[in-house]
Each structure stands twice: as structure tokens, then as C-alpha cells.
């Protein structure tokens, strides 16, 4: 079994920071791309950012400059680091990653259960 644990999540104001952590845990053998995908209410889930297993980032223009994904494969762990955070930052944060769990199956999405994080004053 493999499974995502967030935490991090929470309340601040505009302009405060947070750190999103996730953690993979499980019967892994290889972890690939890890990200952070975002969703409001009423509205799709977006990608945030992403990471591949050599470091290669990706973002969303919106958090261009305001937030940072990193990972540290000893501990499999993806963290999102967010500062200058805004109102239109509100929303459920989710992680996943591409795991797989032996050397001779393919890799398989996984996804953490959330954590909300809201930017209120």
C-alpha cells in the first residue's frame, strides 16, 4: 500500500506565508514526477507546480515567483513553499506523485487527501 499525508495547511493574511509538507509512505520503489494541484470551490483542479525525480520545476503563471516546490527523495517527501500569498490563493491543496512499487510494474497517480489553505484578513 502507498499512501500521500499533507499537512501544512491553514489561515493567514494576505501577503503571509505557508509550507505545504507530503509525505509518501508505503511499499515504494521509485518515486517520479511529485506536484501540487490546487481547487476552489466551484472551480476545477489546476496544477500548481510540479517537480520531476531530477528537480525540473514547473508552474502555474500565477504563483511564478511567489511559490516554490522542492522534494527531498530520502525522506519522499515534496514540500510547497508559498509567500506573498493572496486572497485568489484560497483553496483545497493537493498533492500526488507517480509511484511505483516494484521493479517490474508501472507507475500509478496517487494523491494526498487535502489540506485547505485560506488567505483571509
Known amino acids: 500500500q502507498v499512501q500521500l499525508v499533507e499537512s501544512g495547511g491553514g489561515l493567514v493574511q494576505p501577503g503571509g506565508s505557508l509550507r505545504l509538507s507530503c509525505a509518501a509512505s508505503?511499499?515504494?520503489?521509485?518515486?517520479?514526477?511529485m506536484g501540487w494541484y490546487r481547487q476552489a470551490p466551484g472551480k476545477q483542479r489546476d496544477l500548481v507546480a510540479s517537480?520531476?525525480?531530477?528537480?525540473?520545476?514547473n508552474y502555474a503563471d500565477s504563483v511564478k515567483g511567489r511559490f516554490t516546490i522542492s522534494r527531498d527523495n530520502d525522506k519522499n517527501t515534496v514540500y510547497l513553499q508559498m509567500n506573498s500569498l493572496k486572497h485568489e490563493d484560497t483553496a483545497v491543496y493537493y498533492c500526488?506523485?507517480?509511484?511505483?512499487?516494484?521493479?517490474?510494474?508501472?507507475?500509478?497517480?496517487?494523491w494526498g487527501q487535502g489540506t485547505q489553505v485560506t488567505v483571509s484578513s
Open positions: 500526488n506523485a507517480d509511484i511505483s512499487t516494484g521493479r517490474s510494474r508501472g507507475p500509478i497517480r496517487h
Open positions: 508505503g511499499s515504494i520503489f521509485s518515486i517520479y514526477v
Open positions: 517537480i520531476s525525480s531530477s528537480g525540473t520545476t
